[in-house]
C-alpha cells in the first residue's frame, strides 16, 4: 500500500460512515438538510460536500430511515426537515456497537505498535 | 443584466438542466429533490452578504455537476424501483396516474355507451288486426278484392282521390325504452311537417286510444317502456293519375330515438294492400 491508497481507504471509510454520522446527528432531534451539511463540514476528517450530502439523505429516505417533511422558514424559503425513523435509530444503534468494537480494536493494535 | 440577475439564470440553468436529467426518475423524488435543492441554494445565497455571483458559483461547486448529482438519484430510483414488487409498481403506477386512467376509463365507457346507443334496435312487430279501409273522395268505401291466402287486398277507387286508413300496432321488444317520433307509411323524416295538407299524397297519423278504440290526436311522437306497445292510425289521401296505376303497400315506417340517436326501421303491415287506378 502507498501513501496514496491511504487516503483512499480514509475517503471509502468516511463514505461508509457518513450515513450512520447523519443518523447519529438526527437521533438528537430534527434537522433540515442545509443545517446538517453545515453540522458535517465543522467536524474534522467528516467535511463533506452538499453534493454527498443532498442525494444520502434521500437514499436514507427511500430506505425508511429517515422521513422528511417540509416547513415553512421565517427567513428564507422553505426547509425540508428530517427526522430519524424507528428503524433508522436499530440501524444506528446496530452500527455504534459495531464500530466501538471495531475502533477498540483497531485502537489498541495501534497503541501496542507504537 | 447586473450580478445577481446573472446569478437568477445561473441557478435557473441549473435547476432547469437538473429535472431534465431526472425526468424518467420517480416524479415524487425529483420532485422533493430539486425542490431541496433549489431552497437550499436560496439558504447558502442568503447566508452568503458578499457577491451574490460568487455566492451562487461556490454552491453550485459544492453540490457539484448536475450530471453527478442526477446519477446518485437515479442510481436511488433503480434500487427502489427493484425492491418494489410488481404489484406494488403497479399500485404505484395506478396512484401516480390515476387521473389519466380515470380519463381513459371515462372514454372507453362513453365511446361504449355511444356505440351501444347507435347501434340499439329493439325488435319491432305490428300485433295489431291491421284493417285497412279505403274510400272515395266522398267517404263511400272503395271496392276491394281481398285475396284471404296471401292476406292481401286491392282496392278500386271510382274517384280521383281516395283515402286509406290502417291502424298500426307497433310492440318494442327490448330491454330500453325508446322515443317513437314518426309513424307513417312513407319512410320520411319526422322532422317535415307533414301535418299541413301543402298537396298529395298527403299522410298524417293519429295515436290509438288501445281502450277505446278512438283516436287520441295527431301523433307527435311518444314514448314506449321496454315490451311497450303504441298503437295508431296511419291515414293517407292520395290521387290518382300522379302515381302509377297500381300503388302496392307492404310495410310501414317507423322512426325512433334512443338517447339521441335516431333509428328508421321498416314494418311489415299485417294486411298489404294495392290501390288499383284502373276504374277511375
Avoid at chain 2, 162 to 175: D, Q
Avoid at chain 2, 243 to 269: K, Q, R
Amino acid at each position: 500500500m502507498v501513501l496514496g491508497e491511504t487516503d483512499k481507504a480514509f475517503t471509502q471509510m468516511r463514505r461508509g460512515t457518513l450515513a450512520s454520522c447523519v443518523l447519529a446527528l438526527l437521533s438528537e432531534g430534527d434537522l433540515y438538510s442545509f443545517e446538517i451539511t453545515k453540522t458535517l463540514s465543522k467536524l474534522e476528517g467528516l467535511a463533506t460536500s452538499e453534493g454527498t450530502i443532498y442525494p444520502l439523505l434521500n437514499r436514507l429516505n427511500s430506505e425508511n430511515l429517515v422521513k422528511s417533511y417540509w416547513q415553512e422558514s421565517p427567513d428564507g424559503p422553505p426547509r425540508r426537515y428530517y427526522r430519524i425513523t424507528r428503524e433508522g435509530l436499530a440501524v444506528l444503534e446496530n452500527f455504534t456497537n459495531q464500530w466501538n468494537v471495531f475502533t477498540e480494536s483497531v485502537n489498541s493494535l495501534l497503541k501496542e505498535l507504537s | 443584466m447586473n450580478e445577481s440577475e446573472v446569478a437568477d439564470a445561473r441557478v435557473h440553468t441549473y435547476l432547469s438542466n437538473l429535472e431534465a436529467l431526472l425526468r424518467r426518475t420517480d416524479k415524487e423524488l425529483s420532485r422533493e429533490f430539486i425542490r431541496e435543492i433549489s431552497a437550499s441554494i436560496a439558504q447558502h445565497r442568503a447566508s452568503e452578504s458578499g457577491d451574490p455571483l460568487e455566492a451562487v458559483r461556490t454552491i453550485l461547486t459544492k453540490l457539484g455537476s448536475e450530471n453527478s448529482l442526477a446519477a446518485q438519484m437515479i442510481a436511488i430510483d433503480i434500487d427502489n424501483r427493484r425492491k418494489l414488487g410488481a404489484p406494488m409498481r403497479t399500485a404505484k403506477y395506478l396512484r401516480r396516474n390515476w387521473s389519466w386512467l380515470l380519463f381513459a376509463l371515462f372514454v372507453v365507457v362513453t365511446v361504449s355507451v355511444f356505440t351501444w346507443a347507435a347501434n340499439y334496435q329493439p325488435e319491432f312487430s305490428n300485433s295489431g288486426p291491421g284493417g285497412v279501409s279505403v274510400t272515395n273522395a266522398n267517404g263511400a268505401p272503395a271496392k276491394n278484392i281481398n285475396d284471404h291466402y296471401a292476406n292481401f287486398t286491392t282496392f278500386f277507387p271510382t274517384t280521383k282521390i281516395w283515402k286509406a286508413k290502417l291502424i298500426a300496432s307497433i310492440g318494442v321488444f327490448g330491454s330500453q325504452g325508446i322515443h317513437i317520433d314518426y309513424v307513417g307509411l312513407h319512410p320520411q323524416s319526422p322532422w317535415l311537417d307533414d301535418t299541413k295538407e301543402y298537396g298529395l299524397p298527403y299522410h298524417y297519423t293519429y295515436l290509438l286510444n288501445p281502450y277505446t278504440g278512438k283516436e287520441d290526436g295527431l301523433f307527435n311522437g311518444s314514448s314506449v317502456p321496454g315490451n311497450g306497445l303504441v298503437e295508431t292510425t296511419i291515414h293517407i289521401t292520395d290521387q290518382c293519375g300522379t302515381s302509377p296505376s297500381a300503388l302496392i303497400y307492404s310495410n310501414f315506417w317507423v322512426v325512433y330515438d334512443f338517447h339521441g340517436f335516431h333509428h328508421v326501421v321498416e314494418i311489415p303491415l299485417n294486411q298489404q294492400f294495392a290501390i288499383s287506378c284502373n276504374g277511375y
